[in-house]
C-alpha cells in the first residue's frame, strides 16, 4: 500500500520523520536526555578501535558515523567495504568492536565479513532493520534502526533510521570513554529529538527539488561534492542518483576537485554541492567558484545563511532549515533522495524496481 503516494520510495521518504521519532523513542530514556543503551556489555571504553564494515548505503552511514565517533568519542574507526574486507583477511584485535550495518541483515558479504570476525574481535555489533535477519542473530548485540519494510529498492528511510541510531551509538561511546559532558549530551539529544520535526520542513522543499530535477534530467553525468560530514552524503546522492535515474553520477571529496575531477567540468556538467553554512563552508564555496569559473552548473544545496553566502551565480540554490552541524547528514540525507526521485519519475525510469538491482543481495 503507497498510502497515496505514486511510489514506494515516495512514501518511504515521507515517512521519515515519523520512523526516526521511533529510533529516538526506543533508545532514549523518558526524560528524553538520557540514553537508553543497556544492551548487555556494551562499554566502549573496553576498545581500543571500532571497524565498521557494509555495503552500498549502509556504508556510506558508517562513513558518516566515522566522522562522529572521532569527533565526539575520540576513538579511532575504520569502515570498509564488506566485499574487499572480507577477502583483505585484515588483522582484528581483541580490542576491535567491530560493527556490521545492514538494512535486510542478509547481504551476502556483509555476513560472511562478520563470520569471518568471530572468535577474533572482542565484540561483534550490528545495525540491522530486520531483527530476525542472519546478521542480527549471529551478532553480540543487535540493535534495530526501526525503520518499518522498506520496498523501494533503492534505500532511503532505512539510511536515516541507520545513522539516527549510529550517532546514538557514538554518543554513548563519547560518554563511556568520558568525552562528552552530561549537560552537552543532554544538548546533542535534545536537538537531536527536534529533527523529526525538521525533516517535516525540510521535506516541504519538494516542490524545489521537483523543479531542480526537471533541469538535471536533460544531463547525461553528474558530479557530487561534499567535505566533511557532506562527503559521504555525497557519496550517497551519487548513489541514488545513478540507481533510480540512470544518470552517470560520481562524487568527490571537495579538496579532491583539483586532483582530477576538474578537468571533466564544462558547462554541460551538473555539479551538485551539498554546503550548510558550517566550519568548512568557505572552502567548499571557493571549490565551487572553480566549478563556475568553467561554466560547471552548480546546484547549490546549502541552508539559508550558506544561501545568502554564497551568492546569486549558481544554477540553483536548494534551501534547508539549518540545524547543528553535527545533525546535518540526516537532513541533507532528504535532498539526496529527493533529487533522485524526481529526476528518476521525469525520465520515467522504473522507481521502485531500477533494472538490474535487487532488494536483498544474498549473493556475492
Ligand atoms: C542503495 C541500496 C544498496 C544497499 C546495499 C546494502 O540504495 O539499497 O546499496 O544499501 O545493497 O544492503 P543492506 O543494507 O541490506 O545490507
Redesign the pocket.
Known sequence: DKAGHKHFMAKEIAEQPGVIGDALRHYLNEDGATLNLPQAGLDFKAYDRLTMV?????YYACLTAKYWFEQLAGMPVEVDIASEFRYREPPVSDRTAALF???????AD?LAALRYCEGKATKILSVVNVPESSIARESDVALPIFAGTEIG???TK?FTCQLTVLLLLALKAASDRGEIEATKLKEVLSRLRAIPAVLNTALETNDDFRKAASRLANSDNALFLGRGLMYPLALEGA??LK?ISYIHAEAYASGELKHGPIALIDKEMPVVVMAPQDALFGKTVSNMQEVMAREGKVILITDPPGAEAAGEDTWMTLVLPQVDPVLTPIVYAIPAQLLAYHTAVAKGTDVDQPRNLAK??TVE
Open positions: 557494509a555495503c552500498g548505503t549502509a550495518v545492514s538494512q535486510s541483515g542478509e547481504t556483509t529498492v533503492a534505500s532505512a548513489l541514488k540507481e536483498s543481495v
